[in-house]
Each structure stands twice: as structure tokens, then as C-alpha cells.
Nanobody, 127 residues
Framework: QVQLVESGGGLVRSGGSLRLSCAAS????????MAWFRQAPGKERNFAAA????????YYADSVKGRFTISRDNAKNTVSLQMNSLKPEDTAVYYC????????????????????WGQGTQVTVSS
């Protein structure tokens, strides 16, 4: 079992930056692939970024590539999302997700690829 708690959301002007953090419980954090998804009002939950459990490979949605950076600190059981050059269309609730090491195939882009979720943190970008 993994429990995830996000922090760092808030209100920022277009062009600004925010850093989201996700704190995970448990002693085997390094064995979990981690990701950030986001969900705007009335929209589906969409993939934003992921980081593998093994070699730290990163994956990004085209809409955030070059602006967002995902990273993890296995010693502190945290995963972060640095968001730069924010746009109003980045406004959403951002969710941290963890993929169990029991999964053998590293599929990272779909919500159903993940087993544990945080409660979400609101990010609002004003124009």
C-alpha cells in the first residue's frame, strides 16, 4: 500500500511557475513508477508526466514538453513536478499517481496503468 499526498498548488499568472510535490508513504517507493495527471472541470483525467522506477526515464505529454519537468527523490519518498511558462490551459486539479511494481509492463500514459492516487491539488493559471 502506498499513500500519496500532493502539495504546492495555487494561483499563478500566465508565464509563471509552480512546483508540485507528492509525498509517498511506504519503504519501497523506489519500486514504483510515478506520474502526474491533471483534470480540468468537465474533462477527462489526462496524462502530464511520468518517471520510471528503474532508470529514471521520463515521459511527457506533448502539451507540457519543454515546460514541465518531473523528478523523484527516492531517499525522501517524493516526486515533484516543476511547471514553468504556465498557461491558462494548464488550469486543472493535478493528481500524483503510483504504479505498483507488480506490473510487469511499463505503460505510463493511462489512468488505469496506476494503482494509487493522491487527493489532488488545484492549479489555477490566470491570463
Amino acid at each position: 500500500q502506498v499513500q500519496l499526498v500532493e502539495s504546492g498548488g495555487g494561483l499563478v499568472r500566465s508565464g509563471g511557475s509552480l512546483r508540485l510535490s507528492c509525498a509517498a508513504s511506504g519503504r519501497t517507493f523506489s519500486g514504483y513508477a510515478m506520474a502526474w495527471f491533471r483534470q480540468a472541470p468537465g474533462k477527462e483525467r489526462n496524462f502530464a508526466a511520468a518517471i520510471s522506477r528503474s532508470d529514471g526515464s521520463t515521459y511527457y505529454a506533448d502539451s507540457v514538453k519543454g515546460r514541465f519537468t518531473i523528478s523523484r527523490d527516492n531517499a525522501k519518498n517524493t516526486v515533484s513536478l516543476q511547471m514553468n511558462s504556465l498557461k491558462p490551459e494548464d488550469t486543472a486539479v493535478y493528481y500524483c499517481a503510483a504504479q505498483s511494481p507488480r506490473r510487469t509492463a511499463l505503460n505510463v500514459y493511462r489512468p488505469r496503468d496506476y494503482d494509487y492516487w493522491g487527493q489532488g491539488t488545484q492549479v489555477t493559471v490566470s491570463s
